[in-house]
């Protein structure tokens, strides 16, 4: 942290809090507030009123996930400003105050830990999941080292499901919307006998897809998911209980692969798109040589015990086992060209085959003086990544079968004489059935996790020594992690031209890696509330993410750590007799060693991979948020995030600037015969040659990646009528929306987003008995088009992009009871 950065905090919200705290007792309302206002939350791991919680947290309710469809964490930006989430590669890529998952290879760790009902989720592609049946969203900004830990540098986000009850609940709600948008989620709840309870809850979305593939007549961005969850909760009332947890998901449609963007390299001759001539002309559309398909299914299983040890000592431990499989098809050159041989084959099968095991052992202490939890965590992940590059996803190098026996073969950087490699080794590497033929690129990674933690927080209440509304909060996390990696793989190089190509093979003895990783994270705070309707605040936390390896072809690279440092300062404020709540949070951090995923054209495979550490990182910003009553029955909230998020110290490799790219059987860079005055990236700089060799430039000064200055919402709800055919009608408006955001570290818009405002309103009715109500929607009412994530595709040279939902409305019937 540099004393500007903090001074600048310091003097925001210093004044802020003072001017508050002197109006304290003006403002005051008398503590005994119906319980009703309360939010519960367990950021702390137990339960709290969110107004009582030292952290920066925000909570969304099951009810306005509903009503603002918010069904999956693409979605939680909309309500959270401080959230950025992009996909690619069928990846969730959450960032929270700059701090995110800056990788699309698989097998690397997110920078947010996303929980489900406290079990940690490792997989970014998993993280798509376990959005239905829920009672909030939690999303606790800023690290979280000394409670969440494992890989919560930028903060986590909590998933907490609605759980068995000792009486009958039923819930049923149908919607029907355009893009043939149907839905439906059901949960029935209840007791067994004394002392068991269960829930029962399933959701299946199908939707036509937003574009289409123009050429084939596929749907692109299609939705067909289904999703089951069932538990069984035991509380016989002698100081235990056990909740056992299930859930199913399944994913089935066309939704996974980025579209056509713009080439990556215009006016670059040697490096123009592949494809070109075969690209859809709405960004909606996309074409490809096969449908961009995923498949998907995952299971996860949750023992949660908790024992009362006496009345102010809980032991919790909580086990989870998650079983996770994916495949990933997308054309890499998003384009209707067909493949042919010579030139490069570009259809990637990507399948993902993973197993973790969590578990906590908690030990919770609620006195007078003191509050907190104590226990020690395990966590151990196998994942089994499988990429391939092709003519196709199943048939591989037709054209090509003899040519493992007859040329160049190249193992672990030796050379090998000719047929070292059978081709019967070949199609167990690349999964194909007996008579089919080799893929470009086979790669097989084999990459683990095996890690060990003891945290602790604790808060002390200082009113017995005189400071009455005080409390000190000391807490801290030592982590130790071992990682491994093997990345096996066969390369037929020159686009896998018979006449040209080598085979290079790399083995699993070849490409085995491994690394310890140990971190002691602290969290150290005070807090005073001067009454029941203020909470000031000043945390310093920091935050740890190990090092992890990548599935790329021959790689040994495990990258070093991250780790943030963090200072806080905020405030909590219910005014004006609780017709305001108000929110305030003011930070900044220095991040070291930020882990980022690029790819650069060239090498053997015709793209390569590179996982690297950027330098350091900084950031600066300010959190508001509120929420307004007047009157019963009108309601305003909102929020507003400002980050000020920089790189202070990279210097790397553009892969859009043409001297850092050579492709199989195209001419070298020539600055003279083959200039570039019209590519994004060059052409390099003449001091950063001096500098930092051939093209790797200084990237301090530039905005962090996903990470937009300004990003707002604002909601209003007005029941317009209160007797509407016995019920209640709400008429609700949303207003959300961000500055430019930057996708890459290099501050261009190519690869980005331009700022928008979208606008979304809805129409509820609601039974005042309870049970029925009615829901007409529409969202993104101005049918805005703004980018969502891009990817530079190396082997196709052209610059892919995600997109947000276009305009959507629809009609949700739901009951109650």
Not at 31 to 60: F, P
Not at 131 to 141: P, Q
Not at 218 to 237: A, E, I, Y
Not at 478 to 498: C, G, L, Q, Y
Request: charged letters at 20%.
């Amino acid at each position: 942290m540099t004393p500007r950065n903090f001074a600048r905090v310091a003097s925001l919200g210093t004044a802020s809090l003072v001017a508050l705290a002197v109006a304290a007792p003006a403002l005051a309302q008398d503590a005994g507030q119906a319980d009703d206002d309360m939010i519960i939350v367990t950021a702390n791991k137990r339960a709290q009123d969110m107004q009582d919680v030292s952290v920066a947290v925000s909570a969304v309710g099951g009810e306005l996930l509903a009503d603002r469809g918010i069904s999956n964490l693409a979605d939680i930006q909309s309500a959270v400003p401080s959230v950025t989430f992009g996909n690619d590669f069928n990846q969730a890529k959450v960032f929270i105050r700059g701090v995110g998952a800056n990788t699309s290879t698989t097998g690397s760790s997110t920078g947010v830990a996303m929980h489900v009902d406290g079990a940690y989720v490792a997989r970014a592609e998993a993280q798509l999941t376990s959005m239905f049946d829920l009672e909030r969203v939690e999303v606790l900004r800023g690290p979280q080292g000394s409670l969440y830990g494992r890989n919560a540098v930028g903060g986590s986000i909590n998933l907490i499901t609605r759980k068995p009850t000792d009486y009958l609940t039923v819930d049923a709600q149908f919607t029907l919307g355009n893009y043939e948008t149907k839905s439906a989620e059901v949960g029935i709840g209840g007791p067994i006998t004394d002392g068991v309870m269960f829930r029962l809850a399933g959701r299946v979305d199908e939707r036509a897809g937003y574009g289409v593939d123009p050429v084939n007549g596929w749907d692109v961005d299609d939705n067909s998911r289904q999703m089951v969850r069932g538990q069984l909760l035991f509380d016989f009332d002698q100081g235990w209980d056990l909740l056992l947890s299930a859930e199913y998901y399944g994913q089935h449609d066309n939704s996974g692969a980025v579209h056509y963007s713009a080439p990556a390299f215009p006016g670059v001759a040697r490096l123009a798109p592949i494809g070109a001539g075969g690209f859809a002309t709405d960004p909606r559309d996309l074409s490809s040589d096969e449908p961009p398909s995923v498949d998907t299914e995952t299971y996860s299983f949750t023992a949660n015990l908790g024992i009362d040890l006496n009345e102010n000592l809980r032991l919790t431990n909580l086990a989870n086992y998650r079983k996770f499989d994916t495949q990933l098809i997308q054309d890499l050159d998003i384009s209707a060209v067909v493949n042919r041989l010579p030139q490069a084959t570009t259809v990637q099968t990507r399948t993902i085959d993973a197993e973790q095991f969590s578990n906590e052992l908690q030990l919770a202490i609620d006195t007078d003086f003191v509050t907190g939890v104590a226990g020690l965590y395990y966590f151990n992940e196998r994942q089994k990544p499988r990429d391939q590059v092709g003519l196709s996803s199943t048939t591989g190098m037709q054209s090509n079968i003899t040519t493992l026996a007859t040329r160049p073969v190249v193992i672990d950087g030796t050379p090998a004489p000719v047929g070292s490699i059978s081709l019967a080794e070949s199609l167990d590497m690349c999964a194909f059935q007996a008579g089919a033929a080799p893929n470009r690129v086979c790669l097989r990674s084999n990459l683990g996790t095996e890690a060990y933690a003891a945290f602790g927080q604790l808060n002390f209440d200082m009113a017995k020594f005189g400071l009455d509304g005080v409390s000190i909060k000391v807490g801290g996390r030592w982590s130790h992690e071992e990682v491994d990696s093997r990345n096996p793989s066969i390369i037929m190089t020159a686009n896998a031209n018979p006449a040209v190509s080598t085979i290079l093979v790399n083995t699993n003895e070849g490409t085995f890696t491994e690394r310890t990783f140990e971190d002691f994270t602290p969290e150290l705070g005070i807090s005073w509330e001067p009454n029941s309707d203020m909470l000031f605040y000043y945390t310093y936390s920091e935050g740890f993410k190990a090092g992890s390896g990548e599935n790329a072809a021959g790689s040994t690279t495990i990258v070093d750590p991250e780790s943030v440092v963090n200072h806080e300062i905020g405030a909590k404020l219910q005014l004006f007799d609780r017709m305001l709540t108000l929110n305030l949070a003011g930070y900044t951090y220095e991040l070291t060693g930020l882990q980022i995923n690029k790819t650069v054209g060239g090498g053997p495979a015709g793209f390569t991979t590179i996982f690297e550490n950027a330098a350091e990182t900084s950031a600066t910003g300010f959190e508001a948020d509120f929420v307004f009553s007047p009157v019963d029955v009108f309601r305003l909230s909102g929020g507003l995030s400002y980050t000020d998020s920089k790189y202070d110290d990279f210097v790397t490799l553009d892969p859009l600037d043409p001297v850092n790219v050579s492709q199989p059987g195209q001419p070298a860079y020539d600055p003279v015969t083959n200039p570039s005055p019209t590519a994004f990236g060059g052409p390099c700089p003449a001091d950063s040659l001096d500098d930092f060799g051939p093209c790797r430039i200084q990237l301090a000064g530039n905005p962090t990646r996903n990470t937009p200055e300004w990003s707002y919402n604002l909601r209003a709800e007005l029941d317009a009528s209160q007797d509407l055919l016995g019920g209640t009608l709400t008429l609700a408006g949303d207003m959300y929306g961000r500055s430019d955001v930057f996708f890459t570290e290099f501050n261009r818009l190519v690869e980005g987003s331009e700022a928008y405002t979208m606008f979304d309103a809805s129409l509820r009715w609601e039974d005042n008995n309870g049970g029925l109500y009615a829901l007409a929607y529409v969202r993104n009412i101005g049918d805005t088009l703004r980018r969502s994530s891009t990817f530079a595709l190396s082997t196709g040279r052209v610059i892919g992009a995600t997109y947000l939902p276009p305009r959507t409305y629809g009609l949700t019937l739901g009951y109650r009871y």
